[in-house]
């Protein structure tokens, strides 16, 4: 009997990067890791902390510097590369650059025969995980952007603060569309145990005063304030990339709101957006199609037509 290891690949060493290699090894989630940067004394310097950690987690990690030409037999290629925004710039800014950056790292990976999963978190991620779709070649189900992952997370964590401290894992619904200023709420789908936030939001004073506009807006600029105290985010998308990959792996046909292509789907084509979808060992199994509300399909499809704009600039 022969046992395959699973094998994941990161490109970029900064602290997203480093952050998704310390939960692959904290979660036992994978048999060996390859770090890549374009800075290799840093790649080296990351795999040799993450090597000196491994002694205290429950399995062991083997942690290697790598190259392009070494994804050829990876399961995962995580990409993290980018250029941070700048102050009074949006995600989208970062396009041009992000754009380059990613001709320089997927067309060698591709060369070196790789088939297996890219999980992309490089910003404008939307636009980032539809390009590589395109330049790969690859199936959709297997180009996944971690979409608004952490946004529903987000969400969920500002919900529980007016629903006495609830635990978030108790809260089922979504943020979708970009990630990034334009998402939006399916406040419709949005339940409390089972149980209609909306219904909840008429039953209770306190909650009859929130302004879910201000909600939604708040949800979107969570990462900024993590940004103007600390300088960047990273231990939620982290979070995220990994929960995603853990899905792949253990088939857990797990829920989650990635950005991946719609067909069809919420009325949209040829678009990678944050919607609910179900992960397992193909990547992308199906994608939930929910039953918005016709001022929820308005947003919806404004958030689309701004990622439309962007996606313009590279075809």
Same mark, same amino acid.
């Given at each position: 009997? !022969?046992?395959?290891?699973?094998?994941?690949?990161?490109?970029?060493?900064?602290?997203?990067? $480093? *952050?998704?290699?310390?939960?692959?090894?904290?979660?036992?989630?994978? =048999? =060996?890791?390859?770090?890549?940067?374009?800075?290799?004394?840093?790649?080296?310097? /990351?795999?040799?902390?993450?090597?000196? *950690?491994?002694?205290?987690?429950? &399995?062991?990690? #083997?942690? +290697?510097?790598?190259?392009?030409?070494?994804? #050829?037999?990876?399961?995962?290629?995580?990409i993290?590369?980018?250029?941070?925004?700048?102050?009074?710039?949006?995600?989208?800014?970062?396009?041009?650059?992000?754009i380059?950056?990613?001709? *320089?790292?997927? +067309?060698? @990976?591709?060369?070196?025969?790789?088939?297996?999963?890219?999980?992309?978190?490089?910003?404008?991620?939307?636009? @980032?995980?539809y390009?590589?779709?395109?330049? $790969?070649?690859?199936?959709?189900?297997?180009? @996944?952007?971690?979409?608004?992952? @952490?946004?529903?997370?987000?969400? #969920?964590?500002?919900?529980?603060r007016?629903?006495? +401290?609830? %635990?978030?894992?108790?809260?089922?619904?979504? $943020?979708?569309? =970009?990630?990034? %200023? !334009?998402?939006?709420?399916?406040? *419709?789908?949005?339940?409390i145990?089972?149980?209609?936030?909306? $219904?909840?939001?008429?039953?209770?004073?306190?909650?009859?005063? &929130?302004?879910?506009?201000?909600?939604?807006? /708040?949800?979107?600029?969570?990462?900024?304030?993590?940004?103007?105290?600390?300088?960047?985010?990273?231990?939620?998308?982290?979070?995220?990339?990994?929960?995603?990959?853990?899905?792949?792996?253990? %088939?857990?046909?797990?829920v989650?709101?990635? !950005?991946?292509?719609l067909?069809?789907?919420?009325?949209?084509?040829?678009?990678?957006m944050?919607?609910?979808a179900?992960?397992?060992? +193909?990547?992308? =199994?199906?994608?939930?199609? &929910?039953?918005?509300?016709?001022? /929820?399909?308005?947003?919806?499809?404004?958030?689309?037509?701004?990622?439309? /704009?962007?996606?313009?600039?590279?075809?």
């Amino acid at each position: 009997m !022969s046992v395959k290891a699973r094998k994941v690949a990161i490109v970029g060493c900064g602290l997203v990067g $480093s *952050s998704c290699a310390y939960a692959l090894v904290n979660q036992c989630v994978c =048999e =060996e890791i390859l770090m890549i940067d374009i800075n290799e004394e840093k790649a080296k310097g /990351e795999a040799l902390d993450l090597t000196q *950690s491994v002694e205290y987690m429950p &399995l062991r990690t #083997k942690i +290697n510097v790598g190259t392009y030409k070494d994804c #050829k037999d990876v399961d995962v290629v995580i990409i993290t590369a980018g250029p941070p925004p700048k102050a009074g710039q949006t995600r989208l800014d970062t396009l041009e650059v992000s754009i380059k950056i990613c001709d *320089s790292i997927v +067309n060698p @990976i591709m060369e070196s025969g790789f088939n297996g999963f890219f999980i992309l978190v490089s910003n404008p991620v939307d636009i @980032i995980s539809y390009y590589v779709w395109k330049i $790969s070649g690859l199936p959709k189900q297997r180009v @996944i952007g971690t979409g608004t992952a @952490i946004d529903t997370v987000r969400l #969920k964590n500002i919900l529980s603060r007016y629903l006495n +401290n609830i %635990d978030t894992r108790s809260i089922q619904g979504f $943020s979708l569309g =970009e990630h990034g %200023d !334009s998402q939006m709420v399916p406040w *419709s789908k949005i339940t409390i145990a089972g149980k209609s936030f909306l $219904s909840l939001k008429e039953e209770n004073p306190i909650l009859s005063k &929130l302004d879910l506009d201000s909600i939604v807006k /708040e949800t979107a600029k969570a990462g900024w304030e993590i940004y103007k105290r600390k300088g960047t985010t990273y231990y939620g998308i982290a979070g995220a990339a990994v929960g995603i990959i853990k899905s792949i792996f253990h %088939d857990e046909n797990k829920v989650i709101p990635v !950005s991946t292509l719609l067909e069809g789907e919420y009325g949209q084509n040829d678009i990678y957006m944050g919607v609910p979808a179900i992960i397992g060992k +193909n990547g992308v =199994e199906s994608i939930i199609d &929910l039953d918005l509300k016709d001022e /929820e399909k308005e947003k919806f499809n404004k958030s689309a037509l701004i990622l439309r /704009e962007y996606i313009s600039k590279i075809k």
